[in-house]
Nanobody
Framework: QVHLVESGGGLVQAGGSLRLSCAAS????????MGWFRQAPGKEREFVAA????????YYADSVKGRFTISRENAKNTADLQMNSLKAEDAAVYYC??????????????????WGQGTQVPVSS
């Protein structure tokens, strides 16, 4: 079992930066793929970024590539999402997710077994 808690959300101006953190409790964090997803009102949950268990493989949605950076510290059981040059369209509730065996593509929410409660990121223009 893995329990995930996101933090770091809050109102930010367009062009600004924010760092989200996901703290995981439970064993074997260093064997889990970690993902970040987001969901805006009236829209489906969408993939933002993912990172493999060792931290060397990182994947990004095209819409955030070059602006967002995913990272993890296995010793601290955390996975972070640094968000720079934020745009109005980045406004959403951001969720972190974890899965140990990835039965499918890291881009699909259905693949992940564990989810945090979400943290709100409003962006003012």
């Amino acid at each position: 079992q893995v329990h995930l808690v996101e933090s770091g959300g809050g109102l930010v101006q367009a062009g600004g930066s924010l760092r989200l953190s996901c703290a995981a409790s439970g064993r074997f964090f260093n064997t889990f793929t970690m993902g970040w997803f987001r969901q805006a009102p009236g829209k489906e949950r969408e993939f933002v970024a993912a990172i493999g268990w060792a931290g060397s493989n990182k994947y990004y949605a095209d819409s955030v590539k070059g602006r967002f950076t995913i990272s993890r510290e296995n010793a601290k059981n955390t996975a972070d999402l640094q968000m720079n040059s934020l745009k109005a369209e980045d406004a959403a509730v951001y969720y972190c997710a974890a899965d140990q065996y990835l039965s499918g593509s890291y881009r699909y929410p259905s693949v992940y077994d564990y989810w945090g409660q979400g943290t709100q990121v409003p962006v003012s223009s």
